[in-house]
T-cell receptor
Framework: AQTVTQSQPEMSVQEAETVTLSCTYD???????LFWYKQPPSRQMILVIR??????QNATENRFSVNFQKAAKSFSLKISDSQLGDAAMYFC??????????FGTGTRLKVLA | DARVTQTPRHKVTEMGQEVTMRCQPI?????VFWYRQTMMQGLELLAY????????DSGMPKDRFSAEMPDATLATLKIQPSEPRDSAVYFC????????????FGQGTRLTVV
């Protein structure tokens, strides 16, 4: 069965600095999708970034980028120039094809002014 | 601005009562998920619909939970009878998964069973 592991329950970063959130997953599949979702106190789950496993190039969305290491089954999220609004729970998620998402347990990110 | 709409946002009910949570998926989306979020278990998939047909509800306690899509604009999740252990945030998400896009989440229903 597929699993997603986020080993950092909580992280802190100084405003304007860079932080990396870790995620590892376990699967025997070769074609799948990986996502990072952000959940602020409002509870809304917001997509931050997605990565297709068949793509070697790491996805980037403005200040957010990933380091996708397929062989190591690692999918970390880097947030550059951290802002107060980045404070939230971050969930890593795996999806095989068109089927269900499997989420990690989340990392709470605190941004210090 | 297309969004998934869930009602109610908050619900407090007494143990044993029936609870119905509603979700309006984004127009045109063919896939609907129901997830439950708790501190202990994180985000768990309860049910999954494609073109209104249930594809997977293995994560749902069958004796008290039921999920339906009476039409393409409405998905419902019912709990009868409710128990204190059902207290959680319930999320609905929809997507056009055939294009391998992401799912869009509603704001969730926070359920408290006392």
């Amino acid at each position: 069965a597929q699993t997603v592991t986020q080993s950092q329950p909580e992280m802190s970063v100084q405003e304007a600095e860079t932080v990396t959130l870790s995620c590892t997953y376990d699967t025997s599949e070769s074609d799948y999708y990986l996502f990072w979702y952000k959940q602020p106190p409002s509870r809304q789950m917001i997509l931050v970034i997605r990565q297709e496993a068949y793509k070697q190039q790491n996805a980037t969305e403005n200040r957010f980028s990933v380091n996708f290491q397929k062989a190591a089954k690692s999918f970390s999220l880097k947030i550059s120039d951290s802002q107060l609004g980045d404070a939230a729970m971050y969930f890593c998620a795996y999806r095989k094809g068109t089927y269900k998402y499997i989420f990690g347990t989340g990392t709470r990110l605190k941004v210090l002014a | 601005d297309a969004r998934v709409t869930q009602t109610p946002r908050h619900k407090v009910t007494e143990m044993g009562q029936e609870v119905t949570m509603r979700c309006q998926p984004i127009l045109g989306h063919n896939t609907v998920f129901w997830y439950r979020q708790t501190m202990m278990q994180g985000l768990e998939l309860l049910a999954y619909f494609r073109n209104r047909a249930p594809l997977d509800d293995s994560g749902m306690p069958k004796d008290r939970f039921s999920a339906e899509m009476p039409d393409a604009t409405l998905a419902t999740l019912k709990i009868q009878p409710s128990e204190p252990r059902d207290s959680a945030v319930y999320f609905c998400a929809s997507g056009l998964i055939s294009l391998n896009t992401e799912a869009f989440f509603g704001q969730g229903t926070r359920l408290t069973v006392v």
